[in-house]
């Protein structure tokens, strides 16, 4: 049977940074409850010109640079902070990336979760059209309102993903574990630019979500945890994926280490089992919740990282309140090191120009109306801008 999986990837994120112990002093609240409590540090936070399609077009195009369009017929954008009732974010990008008629261009949502939907959607494409490959942008900017316990857990981030046949970077394997729930633990109505969330809920919902997901999982035929070596997890903040592992490594038996720090690998009990939940942080805790790209970003994190990955299968619990959720796995291919991109993600994520929080403050507060025709400050170094609102609609440029 022919090998389907991810082919290239690549993570773009926004032109600011917020420090959150710079966020810490401000609401008066111990810096240790983000850095430590939440597992964050930073948060990126986009410029007035930037927005998920600027992000996504700026994650896709090195992928498009090295690997051309051939075969490219399909693009699936997913967010949840969409700009557009109607118009999918992708048919912007794909006029930006220069791609040609005859792609279909699409958009899902499902919170979080979407990017693993377009993900499988994307290889049963390449199955049903052997030869095509699809690029699937997940891309998001997540936003809480100010002064709201969601706020220090706010980011911004775009991973871009070539899937196609005899990928070089990891395989998908056939099984995987889904479990949806109808739960309002997290949403944002058609007239809101912040989301609604019940934190706790939404913490509860997504353990129970990741272990209904593992039994369907193990149901489906997928592997034993001991047959696993690395665990992926979606991290709306980074210390929610140790609380993940230690929900299923209560839940299966095994000695999963939920070291999320290298002072906590150093102090973890002998026989703790290290599946490299510290490495998959490394981004997140920098970029903050990007949403659909959150789960992929940290898979750009262990695929840059970690040296001993050829051949190893990895589990990727994908989660999207509402709640949908995937457990996944995919096996490393042996070349996958060529990719390393750790130096270019962490200049870029150097790179990213500070703001205080009262410059931060300003533009969470500002939303630029659909209704009148604006331009927007050139600001971003990004390849593509968003330039403004004109006769009602987004127009956008590349820049470079
Ligand atoms: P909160 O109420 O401000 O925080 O909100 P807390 O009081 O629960 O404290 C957080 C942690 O910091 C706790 O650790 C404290 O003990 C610790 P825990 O007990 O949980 O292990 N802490 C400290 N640690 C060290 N030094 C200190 C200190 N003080 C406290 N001095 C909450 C936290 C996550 C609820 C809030 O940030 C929130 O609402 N976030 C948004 C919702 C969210 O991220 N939910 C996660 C699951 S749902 C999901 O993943 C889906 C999502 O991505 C959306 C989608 O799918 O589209 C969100």
């Known amino acids: 049977m022919t090998s389907i999986g991810i082919h290239d990837l690549e993570l773009a994120t926004a032109h600011h940074v917020v420090e959150l112990d710079r966020l810490a002093e401000y609401a008066g609240v111990d810096p240790a409850k983000y ?35 051939d075969g490219i017929r399909t693009l699936i954008f997913a967010t949840e902070s969409g700009v557009d009732q109607s118009k999918a974010a992708g048919v912007s990008v794909h006029r930006l990336l220069g791609l040609p008629p005859q792609v279909r261009v699409t958009e899902f949502k499902q919170a979080c979760y979407s990017g693993t939907a377009a993900l499988q959607a994307a290889i049963g494409i390449v199955s049903r059209f052997p030869g095509e490959r699809v690029l699937v942008i997940t891309s998001d900017v997540a936003r809480y309102a100010l002064d709201s316990p969601g706020e220090p857990t706010q980011g911004a981030g775009a991973v871009a993903m070539l899937v196609g046949e005899n990928p070089a970077l990891v395989e998908i394997e056939r099984a995987a574990g889904i479990f949806t729930a109808d739960v309002d633990d997290f949403w944002r109505p058609n007239d809101s630019t912040t989301a609604v969330v019940d934190g706790a809920l939404s913490m509860s919902a997504y353990l129970d979500a990741l272990t209904g997901s593992w039994d369907d999982l193990r149901a489906q035929g997928g592997p034993e945890i001991d047959q696993i070596d690395r665990m992926l997890y979606h991290q709306p903040f980074t210390k929610m994926a140790k609380k993940g592992q230690q929900r299923l490594a209560e839940h299966t038996g095994a000695p ?16 703790a089992r290290d599946t490299g939940l510290f490495t998959g942080s490394i981004y997140n ?31 990727m619990f994908s989660y999207g309140s509402g709640s949908v959720s995937e457990f996944l796995t995919g096996v490393v291919q042996p070349g996958y090191a060529e990719h390393g991109a750790a130096s270019r993600v962490e200049a870029a994520l150097d790179a990213r120009v500070p703001l205080e929080v009262a410059e931060y403050r300003e533009l969470h507060a500002r939303v630029l109306p659909s209704t009148e025709d604006a331009q927007t400050p050139r600001v971003t170094r990004a390849p593509f801008r968003f330039a403004g609102v004109h006769g009602q609609a987004r127009q956008y440029e590349r820049t470079a």
């Open 35 to 69: 850095r430590l409590g939440l597992g964050q540090d930073q948060m990126s936070f986009p410029a007035p010109d930037e927005d998920i399609i600027t992000m996504g077009a700026s994650a896709a195009l090195p992928v498009i640079e090295r690997n051309g369009i």
């Open 256 to 271: 999963l280490s939920a070291a999320l720090t290298r002072e906590e690998q150093a102090a973890a009990p002998a026989g």
């Open 285 to 315: 805790r920098r970029l903050g919740n990007s949403y659909t790209a959150s789960l992929y970003a940290a898979l750009a994190a262990l695929l840059d990282h970690d040296t001993e990955l050829a051949g190893r299968r990895i589990g």
